[in-house]
């Protein structure tokens, strides 16, 4: 079974690092775990909004599947509060989320985020 976890463990965020070649270990991040075993991050900036720098999966664990249900899981957390959530990219794909490009980037605000269902249907 896959969960999210927030954590600042730099033992698990150490050895996920440098793995998935992500340099040194900084800002907020959230662990996907299969089971016991760590083989997702997502680094977060927080500040008057928050960015999501990376979201990275070990690659035999990266399918659509395992994506989709990390991207949709941080946004859920992510919309429990009110702030502006931005990704530092152009990403067409993030508009069925609520996303709009914003400057090069694209952003929504956190509690207009929209959970679209998977099979592209309505409902």
């Given at each position: 079974m896959q969960?999210?976890?927030?954590?600042?463990d730099k033992s698990v965020l150490s050895a996920?690092?440098?793995?998935?070649?992500?340099?040194?270990?900084?800002?907020?991040?959230?662990v996907l775990l299969d089971g016991d075993k760590p083989v997702g991050v997502s680094r977060m900036t927080i500040d008057e909004e928050v960015t999501i720098d990376n979201?990275?999966?070990?690659?035999?664990?990266?399918?659509?599947?395992?994506?989709?249900?990390?991207?949709?899981?941080l946004l859920y957390k992510l919309s429990l509060n009110d702030y502006v959530v931005v990704v530092d990219k152009v990403d067409e794909?993030?508009?069925?989320f609520g996303f709009t490009e914003e400057n090069?980037?694209?952003?929504?605000?956190?509690?207009?985020?929209?959970?679209p269902h998977s099979c592209g249907c309505k409902g």
């Open positions: 969960q999210v976890i927030f954590t600042t996920l690092y440098e793995k998935l070649n992500l340099g040194e270990v900084k800002g907020a991040n959230f979201l990275s999966i070990l690659p035999e664990y990266d399918d659509f599947g395992s994506r989709d249900f990390f991207f949709r899981t794909r993030l508009k069925k090069g980037k694209m952003a929504v605000q956190s509690k207009k985020i929209i959970f």
